[in-house]
């Protein structure tokens, strides 16, 4: 897939977007205190993005906050309003090595990030939502503490790879999308399936695993079913809107 640089429009539209999905992390509980952050790709190699300042929490971030980043300009962290250093070690690295990763959301929601602590991680099949992420969902078992330094940025990115989610063991989760509509959708759906399968699990019933196939065949059928996400994600910017409009500012 080709990306373009964006024009000023389209950058004031994705702040707007990308501010929106602040806000509505924060109304889902997927947050944690003032850390954890998203990013967006802004030019066609994916190395100058947007993402949030370092401990503005989710529920009060605007369009104007969102700092504009050069992945390849480390003195970027000697600036005052230096992002956080592992939202830099992990956002830069992805964003400089996996070009097509045009949105970037890490966080810690709480059922994503309590099936990352499980010795297997691995999000079984045993439903359409578990399915929906057959083939596409990341483990990385390689936790080394918080992530701000170079090298632990340089690994996520290479567990990344071309993946649209990332479970981080011990840690929590990344999910990326080529808008912010359709990352939102990917953490949104995620979060859910972990909730299902962390549901499933506290039963002490033996789990009905999906074979291989119908995995693959139910993964494959969310497919036509993308542009619920632009959908949703509308929806949604409505209701903000009603509430509290400020997040476009």
Not at 38 to 49: E, H, L, Q, Y
Not at 61 to 78: G, H, Q
Request: glycine share 6%.
């Amino acid at each position: 897939m080709r990306f373009e640089n964006l024009d000023a429009e389209a950058v004031h539209a994705l702040r707007v977007d990308m501010a929106a999905a602040f806000r509505l992390a924060a109304q889902f509980d997927w947050h944690e205190s003032v850390g954890n952050h998203f990013s967006a790709a802004v030019s066609a190699d994916g190395k100058t993005f947007l993402m949030n300042s370092r401990w503005r929490h989710f529920g009060e971030v605007k369009a104007s906050d969102l700092l504009l980043l050069d992945a390849e300009d480390r003195s970027v962290m000697e600036r005052p309003d230096a992002p956080d250093p592992s939202a830099w070690s992990i956002h830069g690295a992805i964003h400089r090595k996996c070009p097509s990763a045009r949105v970037i959301f890490h966080c810690h929601p709480p059922y994503a990030t309590a099936l990352a602590g499980l010795q297997n991680p691995e999000l079984k099949p045993i439903d359409q939502n578990t399915a929906r992420f057959f083939g596409t969902l990341g483990i990385d078992l390689g936790f080394g503490g918080i992530a701000n330094d170079a090298a632990e940025g340089e690994r996520l990115a290479e567990a990344f790879g071309n993946r649209s989610a990332l479970i981080m063991g011990q840690h929590g989760v990344s999910v990326t999308g080529p808008t912010v509509a359709e990352a939102f959708e990917n953490l949104y759906f995620l979060e859910r399936a972990a909730k299902v399968l962390v549901l499933a699990y506290s039963t002490g019933q033996p789990l009905n695993v999906m074979s291989e196939e119908l995995a693959r065949k139910t993964a494959d059928g969310w497919l036509p079913y993308n542009d619920q996400a632009f959908a949703h994600f509308d929806y949604l910017k409505r209701q903000l809107d009603k509430a509290d409009a400020s997040y476009r500012n």
